[in-house]
């Protein structure tokens, strides 16, 4: 399955809408987007990944490396109400550094008016991403491990 992007304002906030699989050979179509939407002085950037049906850790990469290029002058948060996708966020501890959102009504209520969303803590490490991937089937199923199909 293709990525699909899709960026738009909405009231202070960039939101940056992903569908699809985000994977080693479609990442850098996600890097290239987010930092376009960063792009602001104080970016509030919203990552809305409701209709992403597998990450891998190149994909954890690059909305780590937007986090990194953001948090010094706004902030970026995400959307995910997949309890799947949200698992590889959970089993990779990436829940500590992203603020992340059931809603995208409730991610972009975190803009305030000068752009900037509430933020994990500045001491919560960002490492590299672990290599878990997450894949879910029509059915809501997860798959886990290196490679997906």
Known sequence: MDLRL???KSGAASVVEVGGEVELHSA???R???IHASES???????DLSRVTFIDSTGLGVLVGALKR???RGALSLVCPQRAVKRVFEITGLTQVFPIY?????AVASCSTSGAATTAPKEASIGNASSATVSTSGAGE????????
């Open 142 to 149: 997860m798959q886990t491990g290196g490679a997906h199909g």
């Open 6 to 8: 899709r960026s738009r």
């Open 102 to 106: 059931d809603t995208l009504e409730e």
């Open 32 to 34: 290239d987007e987010l």
């Open 41 to 47: 002085e104080n970016p509030c950037v919203v990552v």
């Open 28 to 30: 850098s179509q996600l």
């Open 70 to 72: 953001v948090r010094e």
